[in-house]
């Protein structure tokens, strides 16, 4: 009895159970093309015997011969040369689909949209999107700066491919991870009188001053909330860090400023760290992107250059 059994009625169940898989068909279409099963496998980088095997399988999956085998070579049958004319034109079709994945993942490489909360993108991304023109020197980078809000706003509506965020937890909707740790801080002008305390400010003496403020919705502004529950008293609101810095070192009042902002400034005594006890003010820094969408291509390469 043949090896081949033969099966009757048409197919039933998923296509990919009923037709051979690409690799089958290429093997198909090299064995008549070079009219030996060895030279077919030495072609595809596979033994001679793993190419009998798949074609014995794909025969038993079509129920009809497709090779007869001999001392001078491998021959297709009449079946199989007909198979073999649905193989190509459906390799055919893998290879332009391929080209076609191909190209989209090329125009996906082609650029990155990056939207970062301020800090982050005064302080740490430059030097991580120039490490990425290091490895990546075609890919055009475009990046918003923004509150942590709007970071959040502009990945869920499909503006940016990647986002960066402070704050005490990641937006709704977004998946996350942590890149870096962050601590505010707060700083005054060298004439104010918290330059000249010997002893800590208390939680209750901070939330009691009005402060220059970042406005609602920014990382910092979130975390200074979540520490004082609520209470901070804005004595400006300002919608960036370059913004509330500038006004501290005017002497316009107190500010709390994450402590990547304020290295400059500290060293050369235009700004004055005013100790605090017994509040935490320390906070996560987070790569974020929609829920269930991995980052990929030059998203998830910038995305691990934050963690090198």
Not at 230 to 250: D, F
């Amino acid at each position: 009895m043949s090896d081949v059994e033969t099966q009757t009625g048409p197919g039933t169940g998923p296509l990919a159970h009923r037709v051979p898989d690409l690799g089958a068909l290429e093997l198909l279409l090299a064995v008549a093309r070079l009219g030996s099963l060895g030279g077919a496998a030495r072609e595809l980088g596979i033994t001679q015997p793993a190419a009998s095997s798949r074609i014995r399988s794909m025969e038993r999956l079509l129920g009809v011969a497709l090779v007869d085998r001999s001392p001078r070579g491998s021959r297709l049958t009449d079946a199989g040369a007909l198979v073999t004319d649905w193989a190509r034109r459906i390799v055919e079709a893998a290879e332009a689909f391929d080209i076609g994945a191909q190209a989209l993942r090329d125009r996906r490489d082609s650029r990155l949209r990056v939207a970062a909360s301020m800090t982050i993108a005064e302080y740490l991304l430059p030097g991580w999107l120039l490490a990425l023109r290091a490895r990546r020197p075609d890919t055009a980078v475009s990046l918003l700066a923004g509150n942590s809000a709007t970071v959040a706003e502009q990945l869920l509506s499909g503006e940016v491919d990647l986002g960066f965020v402070e704050g005490v937890d990641a937006p709704q909707g977004l998946d996350s991870a942590v890149i870096a740790r962050d601590r505010l801080i707060v700083v005054t002008a060298p004439a104010h009188a918290w330059a000249r305390r010997r002893r800590p400010l208390a939680a209750s003496e901070l939330a009691a001053t009005p402060l220059i403020l970042r406005e609602k919705g920014s990382g910092t502004r979130q975390v200074l909330d979540a520490a004082l529950g609520g209470l901070a008293r804005p004595l400006i609101e300002l919608s960036s860090t370059t913004a509330v810095k500038a006004a501290a070192v005017s002497g316009a009042g107190p500010a709390v400023l994450s402590e990547l902002a304020v290295g400059e400034e500290l060293a050369m005594r235009r700004l004055v760290r005013v100790p605090v006890e017994g509040i935490a003010l320390a906070r996560d820094l987070r790569a974020v992107w929609p829920t269930g969408h991995r980052p990929a291509g030059p998203a998830r390469e910038l995305l691990s250059l934050t963690r090198g």
